[in-house]
């Protein structure tokens, strides 16, 4: 079976649909030709394949481009935030062994480039830095991120093509996912869940509306949800709390979005009682994940009071296509109907 990449790199058909929504908009045949800019600038950079290539920038064409076109090079993409402070930068292009990184910064990490090249027609530069390279990646190594931040110094979480690839039909085929289908992407670019977002409207020819400002200006991701008459919203359940108790918003329309899915935390009845009620048409999907599986775990759809714990928690559902799941105990064995695992 083809990877998503070769499908998506290889699209003939209806290239000139959009794929970027918003004030600059881009269809498929502009992404693509862009992507294929990137890849000559890195080969005459001299990026070798296999070689890992960071990817610093904010949502929008020249990101979907730059991860597209490390991988046409060969490379693998370093996924980085403009949030991070020269700290976190410096310390991820060392560990990484990132010699190019894809920016709108002229400087990361408060050092200088020892070259760089501004790519004509989008809003990137190469940059490239004198990096110890000791590289050990191997093929079939896609995409790193760097996760678990929150409780120790991040590590770097190595992605394959093939994981990718799979991870990707699951999630497309429970959401139904197809060219009809469209999305605001406001979660930070070197997150899994934008990954995914991503890659899922990608590979069934959908459109997304990126919000650079993120979680910000959550009234911005509500009017385009609206203007643009989106189908799908995908976020945190904190993300969710946001969006469904703002205010001032009954000139928007938002029966256009057909579903909603929400991870990342525990997700109980009273956030579902608000979605209900901003997104009255939307089946409302309960997902659970984690980088390390590209990123997807399980699913549940939510249908009244059903799959509640008794902690008032909704389940997390069945594993997506491919996926393996288990409840081991603390002897390792694999726990039992009604026994909890640690």
């Known amino acids: 079976m083809k990877s998503i990449f070769s499908e998506i790199l290889g699209r003939e058909n209806n290239l000139e649909k959009s794929f970027i929504l918003g004030n600059k908009p881009a269809s498929y045949s502009d992404l693509l030709s862009k992507v294929s800019i990137i890849e000559s600038e890195l080969m005459n950079l001299g990026c070798n394949e296999y070689e890992r ?13 730059s991860l597209l076109g490390v991988r046409k090079r060969g490379g693998i993409g370093v996924l980085m935030s403009l949030d991070w402070t020269d700290y976190e930068i410096n310390r991820i292009i060392t560990h990484s062994e990132t010699r190019f990184i894809i920016s709108c910064e002229e400087t990361l990490g408060g050092k200088n480039p020892i070259r ?5 027609g989008l809003n990137c530069i190469i940059l490239e830095y004198d990096v ?3 590289t050990n990646s191997k093929k079939g190594d896609t995409i790193i991120i760097y996760s678990s931040g929150t409780t120790g110094t991040p590590k770097g979480v190595v992605l394959s093509e093939k994981g990718i690839s799979n991870n990707v039909r699951s999630v497309t085929e429970y959401l139904e996912l197809c060219s009809d289908d469209s999305s605001p992407v406001f979660t930070p670019t070197c997150y899994s869940f934008s990954l995914s977002q991503v890659f899922t409207h990608l590979w069934a020819g959908a459109a997304i509306l990126p919000v650079t400002t993120k979680l910000i200006f959550p009234m911005e991701i509500l009017v385009g949800i609206s203007k643009y008459r989106l189908t799908g919203v995908t976020g945190t359940a904190s993300a969710f709390r946001v969006l469904t108790e703002l205010e001032n918003t009954s ?20 956030l579902t009682k608000l979605v209900e009620s901003k997104f009255s048409n939307a089946s409302i999907i309960n997902i659970y994940g984690c980088s390390e599986n590209s990123p997807r775990i399980s699913y549940y759809y939510i249908e009244g009071n059903e799959g509640l714990s008794k902690g008032n928690y909704y389940s997390v559902g069945r594993n997506v296509q491919g996926t393996k799941i288990e409840v081991l105990k603390e002897n390792g064995k694999i726990a039992g109907i009604n026994e909890i695992g640690k």
């Open 53 to 65: 290539v960071g990817i610093c920038l904010n949502q929008g064409l020249s990101y979907v481009a």
């Open 116 to 120: 760089s090249k501004i790519i004509e």
């Open 132 to 134: 110890l390279q000791q």
């Open 251 to 270: 000139k928007l329309q938002f029966d256009s979005v057909r579903y909603a899915m929400i991870g990342g935390t525990y997700y109980g009845p009273r």
